[in-house]
């Protein structure tokens, strides 16, 4: 099993910038993809992007737009999320996810427990 734990959120201004890490822990060498999703309070968790552990190719959301950037260390053992240009809807507890080798394709096994954007002038 993979254990995640996420950081780095916070209160911002529109237009301004946040980067989240999500940290790893245990069989981080079975990870061949990571994400990162959201949950707006009254809303479904929604994608907002992957990245091939190995490749590091991301693909992201349509609302990202260009703002965010998925990425990790070189030591695979964190995620980050750059997001640039926060907009009023991007408010929402940010979650990242793991997927591991022995999972099938659309799993997404291990969790974080999120961590808080607020985006407030």
């Known amino acids: 099993q993979v254990q995640l734990a996420e950081s780095g959120g916070g209160l911002v201004q529109p237009g301004g910038s946040l980067k989240l890490s999500c940290a790893a822990s245990?069989?981080?060498?079975?990870?061949?993809?990571m994400a990162w999703y959201r949950q707006a309070p009254g809303k479904d968790r929604e994608f907002v992007a992957s990245?091939?552990?190995?490749?590091?190719?991301?693909n992201y959301a349509d609302f990202v737009a260009g703002r965010f950037a998925i990425s990790r260390d070189n030591a695979k053992t964190t995620l980050y999320l750059q997001m640039n240009n926060l907009r009023p809807e991007d408010p929402a507890v940010y979650y990242c996810?793991?997927?591991?080798?022995?999972?099938?394709?659309?799993?997404?096994?291990?969790w974080g427990q999120g961590t808080q954007v607020t985006v407030a002038s």
């Open positions: 996810a793991a997927r591991l080798s022995s999972d099938v394709p659309t799993e997404w096994s291990s």
């Open positions: 245990g069989l981080t060498l079975n990870i061949i993809r």
């Open positions: 990245l091939h552990w190995m490749r590091q190719s991301g």
